[in-house]
């Protein structure tokens, strides 16, 4: 079966340092990967999606980046964190079709 | 890009009541619904989906329904347990479905269940 890993769990950074958070699925060859923001425990929203290594398309103009260097790994970053980059950060992966599965996300408190 | 909207943002029930949430979108061209639940500090995990080739599915206390004609869906949680408690999402597609995998998530709906 296919199991998604997001980590760290939780991150606390202050204003203006990296980012990095990581993510991997297992059981599943080249799917499509997602990063997911959910502020204020309401609403999500999509940050990246990539269909394949080093395809990255951006949704929103943003202080954020993402990289997939290899085929089951998705990398979120920033290079300086603002206040406002706080969040609850998901991963999520599809196998290609509209159906996709989340892992446990990030919290990232920016201070 | 599709646009879903829904209600309520909030609901409370007493355990063994019915509770049912709505979805309504915008794209005609929509073909894929999924339901989402996140317990508190978790990420979402799909509970039930639906493709506009049908109008109901169930999952035993779950049921999902799609009205097509006006652009809405359903969720319907029966005999409800204080498990059920959590946030619930909606979502479709961003494009009408041609982007596979890219969702427009609803606001969500925050369900209690009273013992």
């Known amino acids: 079966s296919q199991t998604i890993h997001q980590w760290p769990a939780t991150l606390v950074q202050p204003v203006g340092s990296p980012l990095s958070l990581e993510c991997t699925v297992e059981?599943?060859?080249?799917?499509?990967l997602y990063w997911y923001r959910q502020a204020a425990g309401r609403g999500l929203q999509l940050l990246f999606y990539?269909?394949?290594?080093?395809?990255i398309s951006s949704e929103v103009p943003q202080n954020l980046s993402a990289s997939r260097p290899q085929d089951r790994q998705f990398i979120l970053s920033s290079k300086k964190l603002l206040l406002s980059d706080s969040g609850f950060y998901l991963c999520?992966?599809?196998?290609?079709?509209?159906?996709?599965?989340f892992g446990e996300g990030s919290w990232l408190t920016v201070v | 890009g599709e646009n879903v909207e829904q209600h309520p943002s909030t609901l409370s029930v007493q355990e063994g009541d019915s509770a049912v949430i709505k979805c309504t979108y915008s794209?005609?061209?929509?073909?894929?619904f999924p339901w989402y639940k996140q317990e508190l500090g978790k990420g979402p995990q799909l509970i039930i989906d639906i493709r506009s080739n049908v109008g109901e599915k169930k999952d035993q206390r779950i049921a999902v329904t799609l009205n097509k004609t006006a652009k809405h869906f359903s969720l319907h949680i029966t005999e409800t347990q204080p498990e059920d408690s959590a946030v619930y999402f909606c979502a479709a597609p961003w494009d009408g479905g041609t982007s596979y995998g890219k969702l427009t998530f609803g606001q969500g709906t925050i369900l209690t269940v009273h013992p």
């Open positions: 990539s269909v394949g290594i080093g395809q």
């Open positions: 794209d005609s061209a929509s073909n894929y």
């Open positions: 999520a992966w599809s196998g290609g079709g509209n159906t996709i599965y």
């Open positions: 059981g599943t060859s080249n799917p499509n």
